[in-house]
């Protein structure tokens, strides 16, 4: 269970610290990422600018979809819209079906996917049980919200550790080997 719970990588930020090189340096060929504080802010109906700037950089090279638990249908349909990508949504990770219909459709083995998130018990969880590499990132929030909790999120990492999964980082970017 611990294994199932710990990122291959970790990033000590949001998802724009991601770039091209740190995929290629992975050998990843495709990308699964979640929607809600992944992408946007909880609630959030529209991407930014930063947002789609680097989709655009990303997906020259990879395909994206989006997959989200989130059940509004018409929320993540039109995020995914303003950056012209798929999505999936009410996933209900950390099932692994829905990754693997990402999955298939990008047909791609899972293995040079990487899922991408910023819950453990819901996207790691799911990539790591799907055969993805997992990449753990900051929430994205809301810059007008002063002081911002993240209660789940503080419990899984908690608890996580309490467990054993390691999620410190040396630098700015942290990795664990595939074979942990």
């Known amino acids: ?20 090189q740190v995929l290629r340096n992975h050998k990843i060929s495709g990308l699964i990422l979640d929607v809600d504080e992944t992408l946007v802010p909880f609630r959030t109906k529209d991407t930014s600018a930063e947002l789609q700037q680097w989709i655009k950089e990303i997906r020259v090279d990879i395909p994206i979809w989006l997959v989200s638990n989130n059940i509004s249908y018409s929320r993540i349909g039109n995020i995914a819209n303003s950056v012209d990508l798929p999505f999936i949504s009410a996933a209900k990770k950390p099932s ?35 055969g993805m590499f997992t990449i753990l990132v900051e929430p994205m929030v809301d810059p007008l919200v002063a002081v911002r909790s993240h209660p ?11 467990l054993g999964v390691s999620l410190g980082t040396d630098s700015s970017i942290a990795t664990k080997s595939n074979n942990s």
Do not use: C, H, Y
């Not at 269970?1 to 091209?20: E, H, R, V």
């Open 1 to 20: 269970m611990i294994s199932l719970l710990q990122p291959n990588l970790i990033l000590g930020s949001t998802i724009f610290d991601l770039t091209p």
């Open 152 to 162: 789940i999120r503080d419990f899984e990492i908690w608890l996580s550790q309490l």
């Open 96 to 130: 692994r079906r829905k990754l693997k219909e990402a999955a298939t459709a990008m047909n791609l083995p899972a293995e040079q996917i990487a899922m991408v998130g910023d819950r453990l018990f819901t996207d790691v969880l799911a990539g790591n049980r799907a």
